[in-house]
């Protein structure tokens, strides 16, 4: 059913075979949306990484080039092809890990919010879809609005009773990279070195930096802990004006899916001590879902940490946030329980 008609299955299985006498476990990951302004760069990325050892490409146009092109690579995983919603079953049968970045971006004076209406359904059929063919796969869910298609999956997923809050994650990882690049020029440091923690959701006053957490610990006035938390607050926008009209960001967005997917397959392979922020089920808040620090193992985000020690600023954020957090969760499980 794939693309890639050249690449039979033993020869597959020899590759992955050879891999796994190499040592690396050789993960199966299917990218959902991966012909588009993300997938491309995602993709790209991911058949770079040597965990690994089988890449599936689906989208409902263009999966056909997107697969020829990377497949020339001569990095170690191999990329199949799947093409529309016929397809989309044995794009994901097997999979350890799915990164769903399917569905239409902001443009100028748009909200992410405005985007639910096209993209619930989108993700609503593409979680179907897991919960059928890979219920036991990691879930990396970039589509927005997030702060409601992850309680949408969560939804899909305890109807068809595959529900596992520790492998859906809603990713949040552009914020921290954000994050950790404006407060790295603020304090004149490489953002290599930089850490900042930040926690809610992922839209406007949702994503709550805590400039007192950050790594190295560093102090900030007033005018640099307001200028910091708007610019990262709207960095998205930033973005999607800079682009005026042709998407949001797709390329620093690559990058951080990346890392997270990277950081869930190390995860999944073991390593000890994997931390990122994820927007997940959590207790931390009275909320069901909330962005934390979370840590990544065998079976996903095996534990969800507390907020830490907040400041006043980042306290009167955190009502700002979960006051938006919970209409834009009811508004994702009402959509599925309608
Ligand atoms: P894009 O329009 O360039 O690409 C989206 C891709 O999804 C297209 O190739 C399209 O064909 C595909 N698609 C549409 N319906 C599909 C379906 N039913 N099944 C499979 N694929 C389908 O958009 P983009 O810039 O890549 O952004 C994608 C999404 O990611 C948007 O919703 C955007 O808002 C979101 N986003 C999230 C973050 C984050 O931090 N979580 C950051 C940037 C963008
Ligand atoms: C982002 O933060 O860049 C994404 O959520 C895309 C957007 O609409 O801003």
Same mark, same amino acid.
């Given at each position: 059913?794939?693309?890639? @008609?050249?690449?039979?299955?033993?020869?597959? &299985?020899?590759?992955?075979?050879?891999?796994?006498?190499?040592? #690396? @476990?050789?993960?199966?990951? %299917?990218?959902?949306?991966?012909?588009?302004?993300?997938?491309?760069?995602?993709?790209?990325?991911?058949?770079?990484? @040597?965990?690994? #050892?089988v890449l599936h490409l689906y989208d409902v146009v263009n999966s056909p080039g997107v697969t020829a092109d990377l497949s020339h690579m001569d990095t170690g995983a191999v990329v199949r092809g799947f093409l529309g919603q016929p397809q989309l079953e044995s794009a994901l049968t097997g999979m350890d890990l799915v990164i769903i970045p399917a569905g239409v971006p902001r443009k100028p004076g748009m909200t992410r919010d405005d985007l639910f209406n096209i993209n619930a359904g989108i993700v609503k059929t593409l979680c179907e879809g897991v919960a059928k063919c890979c219920p036991n796969a990691i879930v990396n869910l970039i589509s927005n609005p997030v702060n409601s298609t992850v309680p949408i999956a969560a939804e899909v997923f305890k109807?068809?009773?595959?529900?596992? =809050? $520790?492998?859906?994650?809603?990713?949040?990882?552009?914020?921290?990279?954000?994050?950790?690049?404006?407060?790295?020029?603020?304090?004149?440091?490489? =953002?290599?070195?930089?850490?900042? @923690?930040?926690?809610?959701?992922?839209?406007?006053?949702?994503?709550? =930096?805590? &400039?007192?957490?950050? $790594?190295?610990?560093s102090s900030f006035t007033p005018e640099e802990t307001e200028y910091l938390t708007n610019r990262i607050q709207n960095g998205g926008t930033e973005v999607v004006e800079a682009k005026a009209g042709a998407g949001s960001a797709t390329l620093s967005m690559a990058y951080a899916a990346v890392k997270f997917a990277d950081a869930?397959?190390?995860?999944?392979?073991?390593?000890?001590?994997?931390?990122?922020?994820?927007?997940?089920?959590?207790?931390?808040?009275?909320? =069901?879902?909330?962005?934390? $620090?979370?840590? &990544?193992?065998?079976?996903?985000?095996?534990?969800?940490?507390?907020?830490?020690?907040?400041?006043?600023?980042?306290?009167?954020?955190?009502?700002? %946030?979960?006051?938006?957090?919970?209409?834009?969760?009811?508004?994702?499980?009402?959509?599925? $329980?309608?």
């Open positions: 059913a794939h693309l890639q @008609p050249q690449m039979d299955e033993s020869s597959i &299985l020899r590759r992955a075979d050879c891999r796994a006498k190499g040592g #690396s @476990p050789g993960f199966k990951v %299917a990218i959902l949306g991966a012909a588009g302004g993300i997938g491309q760069p995602l993709a790209m990325l991911m058949k770079m990484n @040597p965990l690994v #050892s109807k068809a009773g595959t529900y596992d =809050p $520790k492998r859906l994650l809603g990713v949040t990882t552009l914020d921290v990279v954000r994050a950790n690049t404006f407060v790295a020029e603020v304090l004149g440091l490489d =953002p290599r070195e930089v850490n900042v @923690p930040v926690v809610g959701g992922h839209s406007g006053v949702t994503i709550l =930096p805590l &400039l007192s957490q950050v $790594k190295p610990p869930c397959l190390r995860g999944l392979r073991g390593d000890a001590g994997v931390m990122e922020c994820a927007f997940v089920a959590s207790e931390v808040t009275e909320l =069901p879902f909330f962005a934390t $620090k979370v840590r &990544l193992g065998r079976t996903g985000a095996e534990e969800v940490y507390q907020l830490g020690p907040l400041n006043e600023y980042e306290r009167v954020g955190l009502e700002k %946030a979960k006051e938006e957090l919970a209409g834009s969760i009811q508004k994702g499980i009402a959509f599925i $329980k309608k």
